[in-house]
Structure formats: C-alpha cells, structure tokens
C-alpha cells in the first residue's frame, strides 16, 4: 500500500529551528511536496522536490532523500505566523498526490 | 502567477436543495482540476479529479451521482452538490494542476458549506 507518515504535532520557540520530517513509500514517485495550511484555510504550496538534495526559499528550506524515502521541511526563524499544520504530499506513478495527514506545529513566544 | 479562485467562499442552505461551486485558474490553463473534502481537524480528502472535456474520476465511496462535476474549460470546472443533507456539510477544496510547474497543485482558498 502506499504511506506517508509525518508527526502528528510539534511544538517550537519563536526565534528558533524547527524540522518536520516525513516518511514515504508510494508506488512510483515523481516528486514531493510540502504544503502550510493555516486552520480555516485551504494549503498553499510551499515546495517540490523531485531530485535529491536541499532545496532553500528564504526562511524555509526541504530536502529530500529518494533512495531512503525521506524528507523534512526546514523553519529557520520561527514566527508566531508559523502556527499551521504542514502538509507533505507524494506524486505517484499516476502522478496522483498521496497526502500524509499532517503536522500541526505550534510556536510559542 | 498560479492563482486559484472559488466562489462562494461560504453557503448555508436547506437540506434538500442543489449547491453549485466554481472553481477558476485565473492565469494559467489547468489541464486537471481536483475537488476535496475536509472535515474539522481532519486531512485532505481528495473527492474526484477532472480533466477538461471529459468525465471526472471518482475516488471510491464518493457518489458520482450526488457530486456532479462538470471541467467545462481549462480555466473552469464547478462541483455540485445535489440533494444536500446536514452530512454534506465540510470544507471543500478545489485545486488545479497546470502551467509552467505542471506538477504542483495550487489550491482555491476553499467553501465552507453549512447544510441546515
């Protein structure tokens, strides 16, 4: 079957890191994603990987691991506006999207 | 660039009437649209994906009969909900897959459907 495994809460200081892993094994791949969504509010597309490595947009940074399954989302200097739940997606073979069901990260001052 | 609307962004109605979103990619052509669901606190339920010009697929144990979903135009696909009961009531996305990064999906800000 195919599965995304993510944390399901985490909890960070405003001002310092935080790395939200994810773990997958999908039929095929081709890339992965990591969406934010705030509560109330529909995701918006942080990042695709599709090649291995570290990709980095400003505060926020992923990398992927394909020979492992592997990725995380990188947050380098936590704002209060960082509160949301992080979403990390497969394309598959069909280029369908496997959605993990998750990570709500909550930062406190 | 990739922007994505949807409107309305709220509705109540009565249970029993027929509720029609539209879903728009405002600059870029989107060879395929999604449609989710999602429940409070809940993940992203992917509902049925459309290609323009042709019959959406339905993910399984969704009523393809109850959500008509019409991808009339690369620019354009509307969701109906039809007959809807308290039940029906969720947070309904819409995403849309095509232009430059044809990979990433962009999402619609949602609508936030209350059946009375």
């Known amino acids: 079957g195919q599965n995304i495994d993510q944390p399901t809460e985490m909890t960070a200081t405003e001002g310092a890191i935080v790395q939200i892993n994810c773990t997958y094994q999908?039929?095929?791949?081709?890339?992965l994603f990591w969406y934010q969504q705030h509560a109330g509010e529909a995701p918006t597309f942080l990042s695709y990987?599709?090649l291995d490595g570290l990709e980095e947009k400003g505060r926020f940074s992923s990398f992927l691991s394909r020979s492992k399954g592997y990725s995380y989302l990188l947050l380098k200097e936590l704002q209060m506006k960082d509160s949301a739940s992080y979403l990390c997606?497969?394309?598959?073979?069909?280029?369908?999207?496997?959605w993990g069901a998750g990570t709500k990260l909550i930062i406190k001052p | 660039g990739a922007v994505v609307s949807q409107h309305p962004s709220r509705v109540i109605c009565k249970s029993g009437t027929s509720v029609k979103i539209e879903c728009r990619s405002l600059?870029?052509?989107?060879?395929?649209m999604f449609w989710y669901r999602q429940f409070p606190k809940k993940s992203l339920m992917l509902m049925a994906t459309?290609?323009?010009?042709?019959?959406?697929?339905?993910e399984q144990g969704v009523e393809k009969d109850k959500f008509l979903i019409n991808h009339a135009s690369l620019t354009l696909s509307t969701l109906t909900v039809t007959s809807a009961h308290p039940e029906d009531s969720s947070f309904y996305i819409c995403?849309?897959?095509?232009?430059?990064?044809?990979?990433?999906?962009?999402f619609g800000p949602g609508t936030r459907l209350l059946v009375l």
């Open positions: 995403s849309a897959r095509g232009g430059a990064s044809s990979e990433t999906q962009y």
């Open positions: 600059d870029f052509q989107a060879t395929t």
């Open positions: 459309s290609n323009e010009g042709s019959k959406a697929t339905y």
């Open positions: 999908t039929s095929g791949f081709n890339g």
């Open positions: 990987n599709v």
């Open positions: 997606a497969v394309s598959d073979s069909n280029y369908q999207l496997i």
